[in-house]
């Protein structure tokens, strides 16, 4: 079996930062980039105009960034397996991790599988569909895109994420609507004064969003009361799903320690695990800020210390 100095689980912003730095380093890093479980690439392979990412006045499809990502990686001599992993063993170094084509023997692992973001099967919604045409998964992300400024703006959730997006949308949006299927909001208290008393934001309870129609984009919603059974036609620019985001961290149970929430644990301010040689970044450790340039930042921090501990232990030049 061969074996890699540095093995990069995942792709994306962190994954692709850690295997641009890992390789010039020399530290040779295998990437198994991902296949049947998303695309090469992450979160930003669905995504069209990114305009938030530094160095992109006029904005960037996310595709195209990511492709810029791994050509990067790939000059410097990163080697890519599109597969998943299914498995790692970390009770003996050096490490295994296994594929559903190849398995590798590791000396230090950079997981950097992502997030995904919660989404409703409402008809309309998905890939295809109006999905980031108009319906995405995160207000700071995509809020100040032209197509939603000055809009009619519905916001799918009531917990504190919901909240925020709602109040951070009253930025750009003429109107916010709250969509709860519920009485009261899970928020809390201080963010649910927030919502209640904020001038632009009107909660629509008891109410399901049932259907997004549109023609290149959104152009309305359905709506239903749960109570009376109403539907009403909306008119509408844009729908944010704020229901969570559900770590990629499933094949990692009781291999490396977990958040209750599925995140991995990592020592504050680095991206160690509780596994010697074993680091974390991007998504799949971070469930409060989930931006691409904070993927990216600690993807870097990543490779930076995999090189430090692999040379510690004599195992790099």
């Not at 201080?190 to 129609?213: E, F, G």
């Not at 109403?230 to 944010?240: C, Y």
């Amino acid at each position: 079996m061969k074996r890699a100095p540095v093995v990069i689980i995942g792709s994306g912003p962190a994954g692709y930062t850690a295997a641009i730095y890992a390789s010039r380093a020399n530290l040779e890093p295998v990437m198994f980039e991902g296949f049947y479980s998303g695309p090469a690439g992450g979160q930003l392979m669905t995504t069209t105009d990114v305009e938030n990412y530094p160095g992109f006045p006029d904005g960037v499809l996310g595709p195209d960034l990511m492709q810029g990502f791994r050509k990067q990686a790939e000059r410097f001599g990163t080697q890519f397996f599109t597969d998943d992993v299914v498995e790692v063993d970390f009770d003996a170094h050096p490490y295994t991790v296994k594929g559903k084509k190849h398995s590798i023997s590791a000396d230090s692992v950079i997981i950097a599988t992502g997030a995904s973001a919660n989404r409703l099967e409402i008809p309309g919604s998905g890939d295809g569909e109006f999905w980031q045409k108009g319906v995405t998964a995160c207000a700071i992300c995509d809020g100040a895109a032209p197509i939603f400024r000055d809009g009619r703006l519905f916001v799918i959730g009531g917990g504190d994420s919901a909240c925020e997006e709602a109040i951070y949308l009253t930025k750009f949006g003429k109107e916010v609507f709250l969509v709860h299927r519920r009485d009261e909001l899970r928020a809390s208290k201080i963010m649910q004064q927030r919502v209640i008393n904020h001038p632009k934001v009107k909660i629509l309870w008891d109410t399901v969003l049932t259907k997004i129609d549109g023609d290149d984009v959104v152009k309305e919603v359905v709506i239903k009361n749960l109570k009376t059974e109403e539907e009403s036609v909306e008119k509408a620019n844009g729908v944010f799903f704020a229901i969570g985001h559900t770590p990629n961290t499933a094949f990692l149970k009781d291999k490396v320690k977990l958040h209750d929430n599925g995140y991995i644990a990592v020592e504050p301010g680095t991206t160690k695990t509780n596994i010697d040689l074993v680091f974390a970044c991007g998504d799949a450790q971070d469930h409060v800020y989930r931006q691409a340039v904070t993927a990216a930042g600690t993807g870097c921090m990543a490779a930076i210390e995999a090189e430090r501990a692999l040379s510690e232990k004599g195992l790099v030049e």
